[in-house]
């Protein structure tokens, strides 16, 4: 069965600082990966995904992504946040081969100070 | 247009009442689903349609009873639910259906419903 692992829970930093949140799925097939954001009091949204190709991944508002198959990662950064920042981080993967059960992480809550 | 509509926003209803969440999304999409989300807790899967068909059901009590009217509509019809129920209960859509190559299973998700039981 599909687990993903977030190993950050809860993560302060101040502005300008360089993030850097951990995630680590198990599935032996092919993998599409995602990190998705939910925003305070907003829906959940796509930050950026992983099919194929490049493994450094990169999203909207100076995310970027990095796949490591051999460690079964996917880990998401960013080199300088901002307070607006502040949010849930999310990060899901589901089977390559069609798949529609998408699994996520238990989620990384971000707390951004100005 | 890139936006998967639910309604009501909120809703509180007793254990005796029976009740409907509705989502909406006109995409074109041919998947839709389902999820439950608790307070500091991921979302997790209740059930997903595909081509108006349900594909999966994630062995979810039966006073959940989803509902596939049209490709745009999705409802979840609650009826004796339990204080445990209460929670976000959110709605995605994402392009791909049965027949459709690989999954590249990006899903648009909706504010969600948050849910209270009395």
């Known amino acids: 069965a599909q687990s993903v692992s977030q190993h950050n829970h809860h993560v302060i930093l101040s502005e300008a600082a360089s993030l850097e949140l951990g995630c680590n799925y198990s599935y032996g097939g092919t993998v599409n990966l995602f990190w998705y954001v939910q925003y305070p009091g907003q829906h959940l949204q796509l930050l950026l995904k992983?099919?194929?190709?490049?493994?450094l991944v990169k999203g909207i508002k100076g995310f970027e992504a990095e796949f490591i198959k051999s460690k079964f990662s996917f880990n998401l950064r960013k080199p300088s946040v901002q307070w607006s920042d502040t949010a849930e981080y999310f990060c899901?993967?589901?089977?390559?081969?069609?798949?529609?059960?998408?699994?996520f992480g238990a989620g990384t809550r971000l707390f951004v100070k100005a | 247009d890139t936006e998967v509509t639910q309604t009501p926003k909120h809703l509180v209803m007793g254990m005796t009442n029976k009740k409907s969440l509705k989502c909406e999304q006109h995409m074109g999409h041919r998947a839709m689903y389902w999820y439950k989300q608790k307070a500091k807790k991921p979302p997790e899967l209740m059930f997903v349609?595909?081509?108006?068909?349900?594909?999966i059901n994630e062995s979810v009590p039966s006073r959940f009873s989803p509902e596939c009217p049209n490709s745009s509509l999705l409802n979840l019809h609650l009826h004796a639910l339990q204080p445990e129920d209460s929670a976000l209960y959110l709605c995605a859509s994402s392009q791909e259906g049965l027949g459709i190559g690989i999954s590249k299973n990006i899903q648009y998700f909706g504010a969600g419903t948050r849910l209270s039981v009395l």
């Open positions: 899901a993967v589901n089977a390559g081969t069609g798949g529609f059960k998408t699994i």
């Open positions: 349609y595909s081509y108006e068909k349900l594909s």
């Open positions: 992983y099919f194929s190709g490049d493994p």
